[in-house]
């Protein structure tokens, strides 16, 4: 038991490396390990993944599972992030770039990650290049994923498997419910409470707008003047469009450029049915007795009838 848990740590250690080296690359556009940083349970108790306080704009996200699975079971969830392929954001660097994603998984407790060996081939090929981890080692049945490129990856598969009460009190078979809460883009406000460059900016005072200077490495100076006649300078940083020009009146905290946010994050849930083997034999025990039951009568029915015209006959 101690050299499972050594290799599921080392597993673990080894995806957080993995998953660290995205976030260091330019293109990493989405962090949902900030989530496992600053949260033990990404779900807050009101129902709010943790997702949404970084990522603003509400986005649409579906979820399918099956309705039921049996115990030790491994069988797939699929969770679908669609958005406009043909969309960019700035990135970091203020360069315009593809949006990546990024899925949080809250199943039932007892629920978690298929071990590789039980994982079809199929389902294999499908999640090449996708990285999937338990959130943390005391949460095993919450499943992380993410950043990965989204072009490639509108749809992530969450290999599951289902626990067996018969190993684990703690398990009954009821319906339990699953969570998921996915992202696309980056957000709006990073981990430290700052805003990111994928944010519009406001204007720092009300006034003219008196000079636009387009800098040579990209991003604008805008330059506004007063009521009193008083100059204020204000840096636009590169990869954002400003929708507006020298000459404007603008008001404090107007607008100047547009919303460069074209993704978002989205949350949803369903249930699923941890069903006894028992129960279905049992069902199936039922049918058969009442389609032989119905059978019988039917027969039963075409004797009498058959008797019924022979006196008839006679």
Same mark, same amino acid.
């Given at each position: 038991m101690k050299i499972f848990n050594s290799t599921i740590k080392q597993a673990f250690a080894s995806v957080c490396l993995i998953t660290s080296l995205f976030i260091t690359t330019e293109s990493a556009t989405a962090f949902p390990i900030y989530a496992q940083q600053a949260y033990a349970n990404p779900r807050e108790a009101n129902g709010r993944i943790a997702c949404a306080n970084c990522h603003l704009a509400q986005k649409p996200v579906e979820i399918e599972s099956p309705q039921a699975v049996l115990p030790n079971s491994v069988f797939e969830v699929v969770v679908k992030i669609p958005y406009d392929l043909t969309a960019k954001q700035p990135l970091a660097s203020g360069k315009k770039g593809g949006l990546n994603v990024g899925s949080v998984l809250i199943l039932p407790e007892g629920f978690k990650l298929a071990p590789a060996a039980q994982v079809p081939k199929e389902i294999k090929e499908k999640n090449k290049g996708v990285y999937i981890s338990p959130y943390s080692t005391k949460a095993e049945n919450i499943l992380v994923v993410g950043p990965i490129s989204g072009d490639k990856h509108q749809e992530i598969i969450f290999p599951v498997v289902a626990p067996d009460p018969a190993t684990d009190s703690t398990i009954s078979f009821i319906k339990y419910p699953i969570y998921v809460g996915a992202n696309r883009g980056r957000g709006q406000v990073n981990p430290t %409470?700052? $805003? @990111?460059?994928?944010? @519009? *900016? !406001? +204007? +720092? +005072?009300? %006034? $003219? *707008?008196?000079?636009?200077?387009? $800098? =040579? $490495?990209? %991003?604008? @100076? !805008?330059? *506004?003047?007063?009521? @009193? %006649? +008083? =100059?204020k300078t204000q840096e636009i940083p590169m990869g954002l469009e400003l929708n507006v020009k020298a000459g404007v009146v603008v008001k404090a905290d107007q607008p100047v450029t547009k919303d460069p946010n074209v993704g978002g994050f989205g949350q949803t849930e369903t249930e699923i049915v941890l069903q006894s083997p028992a129960r279905i034999y049992g069902y199936m025990v039922l049918v058969f007795f009442v389609i032989l039951t119905q059978i019988t009568l039917i027969l039963k029915k075409k004797q009498f009838e058959k008797v019924q015209a022979a006196e008839m006959n006679f």
């Open positions: %409470g700052d $805003k @990111t460059n994928n944010n @519009t *900016i !406001l +204007a +720092a +005072a009300s %006034g $003219k *707008i008196t000079d636009v200077v387009t $800098k =040579e $490495k990209g %991003g604008y @100076t !805008l330059t *506004i003047q007063d009521t @009193t %006649g +008083a =100059e």
